[in-house]
Every structure is written in structure tokens, then in C-alpha cells.
T-cell receptor, first 114, second 114 residues
């Protein structure tokens, strides 16, 4: 049974710092991994989707890496800003990946202080 | 602004009421999803519709009844809910219901059961 874990549960950093969020999964046979952002009381915004054949994806100040063999992904945020404050969730497909069902981690709540 | 629109944003109802949550997308996506999210927890999948047909029902109680009138609309009919059903209900869509397609989420309906 696939399990997804995110550590730490919460993180507080001063503005301008570079930071790394961690995601680990127990079954390395994944098709892809997605990172989402959720602002309080809002829905999820898809940030990056890394296919199993890829090692990393970049979008602006965000860089996500994937190491299937070790069951890990990281989300690197460069030069953090107060507007980056949110909960970040990673998710992997359930089973064969042909249903759309995702297994989410518990999330890391990030606070960037001005 | 999100491309998936959910109405209403907030709903307070008694346990004997009947109400409906609505979700609409105009991105031409053929897969739509309902999730339930409790505070400080990740979303839990409830239902998946693929090409207007129900493809996944995650053993959700019958007091929740989904409906997909067409490819752009998804409803969730509520009847005789319990206080523990109070949560944020999120709708999402993707091009098709395979997991290499990113899911686009609405901002949710905040449901409170009295």
C-alpha cells in the first residue's frame, strides 16, 4: 500500500531564504509526482508535475526533483517571499495511474516572515 | 481566478435539509472529481466521473449523491447529512482521468451541518 509522507509538518523562515520541502513515498513504482499549493480556505493549485522518466521540473523560483529509487521528491523554493506562505502538498497516483485517483501527503505549512 | 467554479462558497444546513453543490468547468476536460477535506488534512477522494460516467465511488455514504448532467457540470446532492460531514468540498477536473494529467481545483464549498 502506497504511503506518502511530508516532513516537516510546518516550517517558518525569514523572507529571502532558500528552502526545501520534502516528500517521501513507500512504493517506488510511481508514474509521476505532483506538487500542489493550497492557500487557507482555497482549493489546490498544481505547481509542478514530474513524470517518472524525469529527474526534475522547474517553474520560476520553484524546482522539484524526483528520485524514484530512493522514494523521494523535494520542492526547492528560491528567494522565498511572504506570498509563498501556504500549505504545500505532494501526491502520487494510486495503483496503475489510470483512474485519476491521487494519494496525498499530509502537507507542509510554510510561513515566510517579512 | 480559478477555472473551476464552485457554488455556493458557503453552505449551512440542518441534518434534515436537502441541498446541492455545483461545479462547472469550461476547459473541455472529460474527467471531474469530488473531494472532501477536513481541517489540516489532505483532500480525500469521493467520486470520479470520466466522460460523464461514474468511474470511482470511494465507498461514500448514500447521503451524498453525485450527478454529472454534461461534460461541464458536476453536482453533489446532499440529504440527511451528519455533523461529521462538515468540511470543505472541492471539485476538480482534468483532461482525462489518468494521473499524468494535472488536476485543476475549484475553491470549494465550505459546508457546515447544524
Amino acid at each position: 500500500k502506497q504511503e506518502v509522507t511530508q516532513i516537516p509538518a510546518a516550517l517558518s523562515v525569514p523572507e529571502g531564504e532558500n528552502l526545501v520541502l520534502n516528500c517521501s513515498f513507500t512504493d517506488s513504482a510511481i508514474y509521476n509526482l505532483q506538487w500542489f499549493r493550497q492557500d487557507p480556505g482555497k482549493g489546490l493549485t498544481s505547481l509542478l508535475l514530474i513524470q517518472s522518466s524525469q529527474r526534475e521540473q522547474t517553474s520560476g523560483r520553484l524546482n522539484a526533483s524526483l528520485d524514484k529509487s530512493s522514494g523521494r521528491s523535494t520542492l526547492y523554493i528560491a528567494a522565498s517571499q511572504p506570498g509563498d506562505s501556504a500549505t504545500y502538498l505532494c501526491a502520487v497516483p494510486h495503483g496503475s495511474g489510470n483512474t485519476g485517483k491521487l494519494i496525498f501527503g499530509q502537507g507542509t505549512t510554510l510561513q515566510v516572515k517579512p | 481566478d480559478t477555472e473551476v467554479t464552485q457554488t455556493p462558497k458557503h453552505l449551512v444546513m440542518g441534518m434534515t435539509n436537502k441541498k446541492s453543490l455545483k461545479c462547472e468547468q469550461h476547459m473541455g476536460h472529460r474527467a471531474m472529481y469530488w473531494y472532501k477535506q477536513k481541517a489540516k488534512k489532505p483532500p480525500e477522494l469521493m467520486f470520479v466521473y470520466s466522460y460523464e460516467k461514474l468511474s470511482i465511488n470511494e465507498s461514500v455514504p448514500s447521503r451524498f449523491s453525485p450527478e454529472c448532467p454534461n461534460s461541464s457540470l458536476l453536482n453533489l446532492h446532499l440529504h440527511a447529512l451528519q455533523p461529521e460531514d462538515s468540511a470543505l468540498y472541492l471539485c476538480a477536473s482534468s483532461q482525462v482521468s489518468i494521473s499524468n494529467q494535472p488536476q485543476h481545483f475549484g475553491d470549494g464549498t465550505r459546508l457546515s451541518i447544524l
